[in-house]
């Protein structure tokens, strides 16, 4: 899981460094084949086949559907954030996957989830910081991708559960690529062949992570792999202090510690908020 999550973090900080020089559309197209040439490869070797018309069943196509907005309101919103807030951000999904199950699902919450979400949400307004004077608005947008998130993984519980996760990822990637290709004509920016490497790099750690975060997922106890499911913040703070010189002051260290501990809480004694394999689109 530790792996999974810092091929994830690693992805996102080339994303970011990416962001300054080639377009958002070009991005997604471009890692979105590279991935999807690595999933045609990977999918084999779990002993499934690449297609199956399974994969065009309404709820995973609105699975997918989820998956890619989230994947594109994270991408936009990490291009105008700093990498510690927008991955801790991201990461609230658990949280808000309860309040749905809670609304669409009419699901019994015991005190305890109660009381998580509610440190959760203390600790999206320490790390969010509405207060300061300097407030970034960009904030929402991870948030958006968080209950994007959510409702992929509330989806996620009526899709045909012979589908391999990477299979489901492949439609995903191939949606994602998509809307890239019809976008990226109109902000098209010249690459060269550092653009190339970083982004093949960007496409290797997200693959890489996809085998590792599915199998700690299908063999590990769920109560113990739970905590380092939420690795990637520690990971993305390293990197964001290493890269950009951002480090967290007190308030958002203090967030991310309840956002974290409400983040395991739900996923220890939550059966609808087990870890859906993957937020690995982002």
């Known amino acids: 899981m530790v792996v999974a999550m810092t091929g994830i973090a690693v ?25 999807v040439l690595a999933l045609v490869f990977l999918i084999p070797l779990f002993g499934y086949r690449v297609w199956d018309r399974r994969l065009l069943q309404g709820w995973n ?28 951000l991201v990461w609230t999904s658990p949280i808000l996957l309860t309040l749905l199950a809670m609304i669409v699902l009419r ?20 790390v969010v910081q509405p207060w300061d004077a300097h407030w970034n608005g960009f904030v ?42 019809v976008l990226a004509p109109f902000n098209w920016h010249p690459l060269t062949a550092s653009h190339g490497l970083w982004v093949v790099l960007s496409a290797l750690c997200l693959t890489l992570a996809l085998p590792c975060l599915v199998m700690a997922i299908r063999m590990g106890e769920l109560s113990f792999i739970a905590p380092f499911n939420f ?28 956002i974290v501990i409400a983040g395991v809480v739900i996923c220890r004694h939550g059966k609808t908020t087990q870890p859906d394999e993957g937020r690995t689109t982002i």
């Open 11 to 35: 992805n996102d900080a080339i994303i970011k460094q990416l962001m300054d020089t080639i377009s958002i559309s070009q991005l997604l197209l471009l890692r979105g084949v590279c991935v």
């Open 61 to 88: 196509l609105l699975r997918s559907g989820c998956d890619g907005a989230g994947a594109v309101c994270y991408v936009v919103g990490l291009s105008f954030l700093a990498l510690p807030v927008a991955a801790t």
């Open 107 to 126: 699901e019994r919450v015991n005190a305890g989830r109660w009381l998580a979400v509610i440190v959760g949400f203390v600790g999206i307004v320490l």
């Open 140 to 181: 929402v947008l991870p948030l958006l991708a968080a209950v994007f998130g959510a409702s992929r993984d509330l989806v996620t519980r009526y899709i045909d559960p012979q589908l391999h996760p990477l299979q489901i990822m492949l439609v995903t990637m191939v949606l994602v690529s998509l809307a890239g290709a």
């Open 231 to 258: 690795s990637g913040i520690l990971v993305a703070v390293a990197l964001g202090y290493l890269v950009w010189n951002d480090f967290p002051n007190l308030s958002m260290w203090l967030g991310i510690g309840l």
